[in-house]
């Protein structure tokens, strides 16, 4: 085969898989889809699912992962950016997207409008960039009003909901799709800050006529995030955006017990060298670990390049033969090293599962958050694309 005939399709293929898997991520295709129809069972006829597949479906591949959850029941996609939309375009997906984040270049919006996006409005300024952008257009494009109730990120402040529909209303060029906000502490026990957003909502929209006899009657209202779509159905609407359920991560522990969802991912990588070491040596960058005495190293293929933390040195533990194993010494850019004393007989070639299921052993995002003091979904987006998605 010529060289310049592998390309990247055939190198992530069955035939070439084997020339990738130093280290790869496999993707439970029916673990998503049992994710989804789970999420669905939670809603009512009239609210449709939006899966959020920015950031590459959280690290899990946005193209195979929207295939799959449209099958099984999503009805759109949001992603963050401009060529996150395209991406899935070019793949063969017709579904409607939302573009979550800002937009308002004119390359941008004219790419928007070939590729069939839909954008986020979060000003009149950027509506009328638009609407100018647009005018040698004959189709009225969809777009989605973003009001801020709390979040202080991107959106018109709430109060401002009126002014802001009129002007979008008078514009030409534009139709409006839906108007949504963001909850910014669903996932938190505490549900004050949610209720008044909440509250907020329904004060702007109210004041707006939605459903009244100065709007149309398709367009969409949505607030509820993953964690606000499995705490109360007064906050789901005409559809619910729902990113980290999807992956099978609850956004809280205390939710929990709303719904079972399945973890979709799966990281693993190969032992390449095993080594004895004696008591007293050294191990890795810096030395953080020293050898207490004489002890079995495996040099496992995967590192901070690829995802994981470098802040987990010397903290982190890996399942390897349905056995929990310390990772020891500095993670590095490629690699990490082992304590494998209590296998004595492991070989090179072996698995080693970094996030995932063995047996009784199981290792999630969240653990690695925790220790960490950060997020689930900080973890999920840190996994880089040298790293092969393989569907299982």
Known sequence: MAIESLNQ????????????QRAWIEINDRALTYNVQQLKTLLSAKTQLMGVVKADAYGHGACKVSRTILESGADWLAVATVPEGIELRLAGITAPILILGATDRRAQIQAIAHWQLQPTI?????????????????????????????????????????????????????????????????????????????????????LCGING??????????LANSAATLTDSTLHYDMVRVGLA???????PHLQEKIDLKPVMQVKARVTQVKTIEAGTGVSYGYQFIAPKQMRLAVVSIGYADGVPRNLSNKMKVIVRDRLIPQVGAITMDQLMLDVSAIPDLETGEVVTLLGEVGKHQISAEDWANTLGTISWEILCSFKNRLPRVAV
């Open 122 to 206: 979060c000003t009149p300024q950027q509506a009328l960039v638009f609407s100018e952008t647009l005018s040698y257009y004959t189709e009225a494009m969809p777009i989605h009003l973003k009001l801020d109730t709390g979040m202080s990120r991107l959106g018109t402040p709430w109060q401002q909901a009126v002014e802001f529909v009129q002007f979008v209303q008078r514009l030409p060029n534009l139709k409006i799709a839906s108007i949504y906000s963001h909850l910014a502490t669903a996932d938190n026990p505490d549900q004050t800050v949610m209720r008044q957003q909440h509250q907020r909502f329904e004060e702007a929209i109210g």
């Open 9 to 20: 399709r055939a190198i992530e293929s069955d035939a070439y898989g084997g020339i990738c």
């Open 213 to 222: 006899k100065s709007f149309p009657g398709d367009i969409r209202l949505h």
């Open 246 to 252: 999807i992956y099978g991560l609850y956004p809280a």
